[in-house]
């Protein structure tokens, strides 16, 4: 198993551009996840989903989207890129949302917005 | 609410000494707590959790953590230091009551094993 795996692993934006972060993940896990990590701060929840075609808004949602068409895909939207988006983002995946689940982690995508 | 809160930003230790990551948690109800272990340039990694059954949890790499409902705590502790133990470790509540799974994380420790 790959467990959770992440593309692109870097990017640089200039300010105002747009892309999409893609999260894989070959558990059959219902429960996704995006969050951000900037330094001193943790991690932060963006957006997450509960299953195939639902999302929600997490911690700090304002800018980004995300879409969950396939229950083994979880994608992160930026529309139009900030420098307050350059960031490490992790995608998280869990089988259950009890809180008994862990969650596994991608191995991140590093962004710079300049 | 919900809050967690590591005590150290950044602890050092010499290797072959013993390691002692502070963690306090606040939540209104017994949570689950998990410690991760992030190594430069990783991703997460799941040491070990406490989900209501012994408060003594042994983990991955030699470490454990006990849970100490009286004191709100969950240390996280190593007897001996690895060079390899040198990252950054979060201390992490998962509320009982937790609809979609949010976890809740700490600010992070950072940890340094000097030769």
């Known amino acids: 198993n790959a467990g959770v795996t992440q593309t692109p692993k870097f990017r640089v934006l200039k300010t105002g551009q747009s892309m999409t972060l893609l999260c894989a993940q070959d558990?059959?896990?219902?429960?996704m996840y995006w969050y951000r990590q900037d330094p001193g701060m943790g991690l932060r929840l963006i957006h997450y989903s509960v299953g195939e075609g639902t999302t929600a808004k997490g911690e700090v949602p304002d800018g980004y989207n995300v879409s969950r068409l396939k229950k083994q895909n979880f994608l992160l939207g930026l529309e139009s890129a900030a420098p307050s988006q350059t960031s490490v983002y992790f995608c998280a995946s869990s089988y259950s949302d009890t809180s008994a689940y862990e969650q596994y982690f991608g191995p991140g995508t590093r962004l710079t917005v300049t | 609410a919900q809050s967690v809160t590591q005590l150290d930003s950044h602890v050092s230790v010499s290797e072959g000494t013993p390691v002692l990551l502070r963690c306090n948690y606040s939540?209104?109800?017994?949570?689950?707590l998990f410690w991760y272990v992030q190594h430069p340039n990783k991703g997460l990694q799941l040491l070990l959790k406490?989900?209501?059954?012994?408060?003594l949890v042994k983990g991955i790499n030699g470490f454990e953590a006990e849970f100490k409902k009286s004191e709100t705590s969950f240390h996280l502790t190593k007897p001996s230091a690895h060079m390899s133990d040198a990252a950054e470790y979060f201390c992490?509540?998962?509320?009982?009551?937790?609809?979609?799974?949010?976890?809740?994380f700490g600010q992070g420790t950072e940890l340094s094993v000097k030769p």
């Open positions: 939540s209104s109800y017994s949570p689950s």
């Open positions: 992490v509540v998962s509320p009982i009551y937790n609809q979609g799974g949010k976890l809740i």
């Open positions: 558990m059959n896990h219902e429960y």
């Open positions: 406490y989900t209501s059954a012994a408060t």
